[in-house]
T-cell receptor, first 111, second 114 residues
Framework: KQEVTQIPAALSVPEGENLVLNCSFT??????LQWFRQDPGKGLTSLLL?????REQTSGRLNASLDKSSGRSTLYIAASQPGDSATYLC??????????FGKGTRLHILP | NAGVTQTPKFQVLKTGQSMTLQCAQD?????MSWYRQDPGMGLRLIHY???????DQGEVPNGYNVSRSTTEDFPLRLLSAAPSQTSVYFC?????????????FGDGTRLSIL
């Protein structure tokens, strides 16, 4: 059974630092992996989607990588800002099955 | 673009009452799904639909019904509310179950069962 783990559960870093959020999954037979952002009291917003044939995707200050063989993905945030404070969730889509979400990393950027 | 719209945003029910959570999308998405989000449990899939007239169960379907009479709408019905159904409910949509397009989420319905 596919399991998705995000460690740490919470993270605080000073403004301006570069940071990495981690996501691991147990079954490498995935169709794609998505990173989402969730602000308090809001729904999820898709940040980046990496197809199984891709190694990384970039959007602005965000870069997500995928290593299927090791069951790992990272979300790199460059030059962090207080507005980046949110919960970040990763989700994997197995082939022919439903999306599995991690429990998220709660990120706090200190001004 | 309205995207995925959920109503109501907040609701308080008494045990045993029934209600329908509404979800509508204007993106002509075939795939729609309902999740509940609970502290420490993450997001869990309740029901999903791959197109009008087709629905299926997810991980935690008990106590909930769905129907999909149109592409746009996917309501979730609580048959007889129980305190264990206190949660935040999210509706999501995407073009299809098998595509590589991101899912779009509504802002959620916060439901309390007394």
């Amino acid at each position: 059974k596919q399991e998705v783990t995000q460690i740490p559960a919470a993270l605080s870093v000073p403004e301006g630092e570069n940071l990495v959020l981690n996501c691991s999954f147990t079954d490498s037979a995935i169709y794609n992996l998505q990173w989402f952002r969730q602000d308090p009291g809001k729904g999820l917003t898709s940040l980046l989607l990496i197809q199984s044939s891709q190694r990384e995707q970039t959007s602005g200050r965000l870069n997500a990588s995928l290593d299927k063989s090791s069951g790992r993905s990272t979300l790199y945030i460059a030059a962090s800002q207080p507005g980046d404070s949110a919960t970040y969730l990763c989700a994997v889509k197995p082939r022919d099955d439903k999306i599995i979400f991690g429990k998220g990393t709660r990120l706090h950027i200190l001004p | 673009n309205a995207g995925v719209t959920q109503t109501p945003k907040f609701q308080v029910l008494k045990t045993g009452q029934s209600m329908t959570l509404q979800c509508a999308q204007d993106m002509n998405h075939e795939y729609m799904s309902w999740y509940r989000q609970d502290p420490g449990m993450g997001l869990r899939l309740i029901h999903y639909s791959v197109g009008a007239g087709i629905t299926d169960q997810g991980e935690v379907p008990n106590g909930y019904n769905v129907s999909r009479s149109t592409t746009e709408d996917f309501p979730l019905r609580l048959l007889s509310a129980a305190p264990s159904q206190t949660s935040v409910y999210f509706c999501a949509s995407s073009y299809s179950k098998f595509d590589n397009q991101p899912q779009h989420f509504g802002d959620g319905t916060r439901l309390s069962i007394l």
